[in-house]
């Protein structure tokens, strides 16, 4: 039996980043657990600092998502997004969408001439946010689709990262096939109410909470809060005992459900 191509191409860096998301995301009990954890495998992985995730019943709806999840620069960008850009989208174009569904990833600098919409959404608001490069990763869940943007200032996918990036896309469609996307607003996670799992945190314990939904490790945390990494270790350990949750992943699915609770209340 011969060897796969890819296997062949690909450096022994680039299979371990594809093991290691994969990995990353294999304890993920749930969907919402899912997708964070993949949201941050990317981004720590692939050192992608801006990194979404959209999920909509059909690929045309998507991009309608009211409760992305949005790491980085992103969550400053989204507001203008939805007011403005969302139906301009580069990868809503049938170009992307096709290479998207064929292959499982595509990158702004794979499409051809771009339509004059497009063109401003890439020249009006990407490039006006500092994001030099867009690429994204296709999911078919059991109940919808889904993508995950990448946004970066100057990151530029070698061949070598975009067949790495199709090899996972593959791979974690075969996972999210499985997997049933649940409507973060469906739950009873109502901020301050009583099956808030948060509502036993303390405002810094809450603080510490909401800057592992955005994929910050402890170390910039820390920084960010002026503490000791010992202390942020101390205060994410508390924050697992009190709430119940056993990892960063599904701490921070259930600070982005209680944040769509907020959005759409």
Known sequence: MG?????????ARQLSGILEVLDLCGDAEDGHEFKQ???QAVSSV?????????????????FADPAPILTGATGSMFPEYQDRWQDKDV???PEARGTLSRLGFADLDQLTALPDPQRAYVEDYLYTYGTGTASALHLRFADGEALVGMFNRHHPWEPSDRLTLTVL???????ARHVTHDDPAAG????GGPDDPLAVLSPR????????????????IARCLSLSELTIKKYV???FEATGHRNRASLAAAVHRRDAVLMRG
């Open 205 to 220: 314990q809450v603080e510490v909470a909401r800057l592992v939904s955005e994929g910050m490790s402890n170390l910039d």
């Open 188 to 191: 009873t996670d109502v901020p």
């Open 3 to 11: 060897t796969s191509p890819w296997k062949e191409t690909l450096s």
């Open 37 to 39: 954890a993949l949201v």
């Open 237 to 239: 350990s508390r924050i």
């Open 46 to 62: 692939f050192q992608v600092p801006d990194v979404t995730f959209f999920f909509g019943p059909s690929y045309a709806e998507l």
């Open 91 to 93: 990868f809503a174009l």
């Open 169 to 175: 896309a593959r791979q974690l469609r075969a996972r």
